[in-house]
């Protein structure tokens, strides 16, 4: 299975990384910066820098916008909780 793509240009589909995904599943679930980057090894920094460049990618204003987004894009999963990635790709690949 491939990584889940979010919009880019007309036409082209942009993946996100490992990092993104696993950030969005931490925000998904209600997690901080801080306990992100706890969990993940990040500095808070780190993780907004993640958090900010998902909100560019799914077109998001702020971080509930960009949970919204994720799953009606079907990058997050409805049907699993915690939170999870479609697809499941997202364990795989550099971060």
């Known amino acids: 299975m491939s990584a889940p793509t979010v919009p880019g240009p007309p036409g082209r589909l942009k993946p996100l990384t490992a990092t993104e995904l696993r950030v969005l599943e ?3 679930g209600g997690a901080t910066s801080l306990q ?5 090894h990040l500095s808070r920094q ?3 820098y ?7 990618s ?3 204003r ?4 960009l949970i919204s987004r ?8 409805a049907d699993a909780w915690p939170p999870r990635a479609s697809g499941g ?4 690949g550099p971060a």
């Open 70 to 77: 994720a799953y009606v894009l079907g990058v997050l999963r």
């Open 50 to 56: 993640h958090v900010n460049r998902l909100q560019r």
């Open 36 to 40: 992100i980057g706890l969990r993940l």
């Open 26 to 28: 931490a925000l998904a």
């Open 58 to 60: 799914l077109r998001a």
């Open 46 to 48: 780190g993780v907004d």
């Open 89 to 92: 790709s997202h364990q795989r």
């Open 62 to 65: 702020n971080r509930a916008s």
